[in-house]
């Protein structure tokens, strides 16, 4: 399972410090959130922190877009350094056109859902993403409990995969620790982002922490 350290919760008093410790954690990705203050009620980061992070940091960078009109925003994430891009369902009448874009700037595809949201609407495009976001809290703030329900739907979601032969990993996000993230896991996920938990503590103890309990 891919571990993803969310920078919403690091120090932003001195980033670079706590990207340096991600760098020599085992984790894999760099989950960057981007809030419009309209999509959701938080403003975060722009291109230029992403394409300045991007100098400093050798790991995937999944940016999460939580903004409306995601179409004026893809190519500017893209030239900016991010590898993986997600776009809500709920941000965009045409969501089908809008991850075929990502995927023709080179960049994977990823389909993301918040808690109320069932995964009936996104069959159409399972066949194209990359990855599933399944939003295991209301986007928008770190901190925040996680919302059990959304097990049922991480499983659902990976019978459809395997019935399908669907190849899409599976992301959760959203009040991740040492308890939920085995029971993500068990549930069929593939990746996980945690902002809190990893920052709250020492950043590579606390990523290798998540991934011994999953390996038990
Ligand atoms: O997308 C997000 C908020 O919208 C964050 O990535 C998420 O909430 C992670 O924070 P935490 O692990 O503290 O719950």
Not at 11 to 39: T, V
Not at 97 to 117: C, D, S, Y
């Amino acid at each position: 399972m891919i571990i993803a350290p969310s920078i919403l919760s690091a120090n932003i008093n001195n980033l670079e410090e706590d990207i340096q410790k991600i760098e020599k954690s085992e984790a894999q990705y760099l989950h960057i959130d981007i809030m419009d203050g309209h999509f959701v009620p938080n403003l975060s980061f722009g291109p230029n922190i992403v394409q300045s992070l991007r100098k400093i940091s050798t790991k995937v960078f999944d940016v999460h877009l939580m903004v409306e009109n995601p179409d004026e925003w893809i190519e500017k994430f893209a030239t900016a350094g991010a590898d993986v891009i997600g776009v809500h369902y709920e941000s965009s009448p045409h969501i089908y056109r809008t991850l075929t874009e990502i995927k023709k700037l080179g960049k994977q595809a990823e389909i993301v859902i918040n808690p109320a949201t069932p995964i009936g609407v996104i069959e159409e495009v399972l066949p194209i993403v990359d990855q599933v976001l399944v939003m295991t809290v209301n986007p928008g703030f770190g901190g925040q409990a996680f919302i059990e329900n959304m097990l049922d739907k991480i499983a659902k979601l990976d019978d459809m995969k395997k019935k399908f032969g669907y190849q899409f990993k599976i992301e959760v996000d959203g009040g991740i620790n040492e308890k939920t993230i085995q029971k993500c896991k068990k549930s069929g996920a593939n990746i996980a982002v945690a902002g809190s938990y990893i920052f709250a503590g020492d950043i590579e103890d606390r990523v290798k922490k998540l991934n011994d309990v999953i390996e038990d």
